[in-house]
């Protein structure tokens, strides 16, 4: 943990960790800080877990008379606001909890690159104050966000996992921050990516890659990859990311939890730094539907700001949860996993339960068909390649090994695209949109595959490049259309397997309700982690 400037506390990983390594480096201030904590943790190894108010003993606050709550780090966000509401925890002690995982794991998966506990603290400490006075400022007040290193935070480097953006210290906050903010959300702190939301997980970087708490020795998913390890591990409740070409999605499917690229357009990425201007998204990552449609609720909203922000005003995305699902069609896209890309076995049968649980609940599956994946990953790759290179191209000449390998390999092909087949590449996707959309007139939800394969292992470079581009999450970024991924089962490795589900422009309401309807019908929404 170092001493930042503006004189936060702030804890930053090291360098080149392997499983175990990396552990914070903390600061004299924050070791006297949390001396009376290590002290007991040392005569007791238990008592690190979360046992409500006796976690706050350091961090001055807490409802007078208030109840333990036991393990706060897997509540939901709105559990969390309701005991907020009842005094039987407060932010304050909610957060000491948090903190005290967060020591205790994340050397091990290294979700974060930078854990500002001491303005975390600070901000627990005036939303206890606001709710004990009745000033509640909503659902999401006093909730800890952890947010992905893309993502500009005031006074904290933005360094998208990178040698070239180190001391890259946001001078103001981006615009989903400051609609937190408001919210009385509390930042925690800044999370793993791959390097500009691009290379894959690299030893050749900064900060070391984050792990999956199914399995440390497999990756998590990226890019968003501290965001999605993070939230699976209950070291915070809520999280940002953004997607591309799938990167909320992805470890939403490899943590097995709810990941969801919402509309084009309806979340500002004004301080977002970009991969692709017409294909980013920012979206939230969470353990439930309901949360994830909490946190879009948070930060969904029209802004001048962003040339690709959408006028449809922001809507409550939650508010079809519990109709179900009976009456709606929802086609399943079974040529995705059968035979554009075929999936895992345990991939494919799990889609197929998955296309029989809801029509169980009521809904009309129909199978239906659209462009091939390999066309969707050749618009995507185009379109991406180039407008990345476009940002990148004066990095790459000045400061070409200050990239990752990986990262810099990814980049170069856009160096030879030509503005013909970047023409060539948007006119297809015209096609393909109309495709989605001709298809979205004949059922209401779209069912498919998101990743073909169980999450891949950390050290194994070939598998990695293997399953890179087995998925099916680029379709939505081409298109712009909605879409979730979520937890459909456990591989005989115990790694989450997943599903996919997408809908029509700025209905991201429906896709949710179709998601919550699936994960009342099944229980993999309650699995957690061995990790601890």
Known sequence: MGSDADGRSCRR?????????????????????????????????????PRGRALAADAPGGWPGGYPVTAPHWLAAAEIAHAYAARTL????????????????????????????DAAMQAARVAESEIAAGRGRGPLHGIPVGVKDIIDVAGLPTTCHSRILLDNVAAADAAVIARLRQAGAIIIGKLSTHEFALGGPSF?????????????????????????????????????????????????????????KPTYGLVSRRGVFPLSYTLDHVGPLARTVAEAALLLDGIAGHDPADPGSTPAPA??????????????????IRHFHERDMPAHPEVAAALEDAARALQAEGAEIRTVTLPSLTEFAGINRVILCSEAWSIHAPWLRARPGDYGQLTRRRLLPGAFMTAGDYVGAQRRRTQVIAAVENCLRDVDVLLCASSMDPASRLDDAEETARTYSRQARTPFNVTGHPAVAMMA?????????????????????????????????TAWHEKKPPIG
């Open 13 to 49: 990983l090291g360098a080149r960790g392997r499983p175990g390594q990396g552990a914070c480096r903390v600061s004299r201030r924050c070791r006297s800080r949390r001396g009376a904590g290590a002290a007991q943790r040392a005569r007791d190894p238990d008592s690190h877990r």
């Open 90 to 117: 407060s932010p304050v002690e909610l957060l000491t909890a948090l903190l005290a995982r967060i020591e205790s794991l994340d050397p091990t998966l290294h979700a974060f690159v930078r854990l500002d506990a």
């Open 204 to 260: 050749d970087l900064p900060f070391p890659p984050a792990r999956n708490p199914w399995n440390p020795a497999h990756h998590p998913g990226g890019s968003s990859s501290g965001s999605g390890a993070g939230v699976c591990a209950g070291l915070f409740p809520l999280a940002l990311g953004s997607d591309t070409g799938g990167s909320v999605r992805n470890p939403a499917s490899a943590c097995g939890i709810v990941g969801l």
């Open 315 to 332: 809507r409550q995305f939650g508010r079809l949860l519990d109709r179900g699902v009976r009456g709606l069609r929802i086609g399943f």
């Open 489 to 521: 089962g456990l591989s005989r490795g115990g790694l989450p397997v997943s599903l996919q589900l997408a809908g029509r422009y700025h209905d991201d309401a429906t896709v949710l309700r179709v998601a919550a309807a699936y994960e009342r019908a």
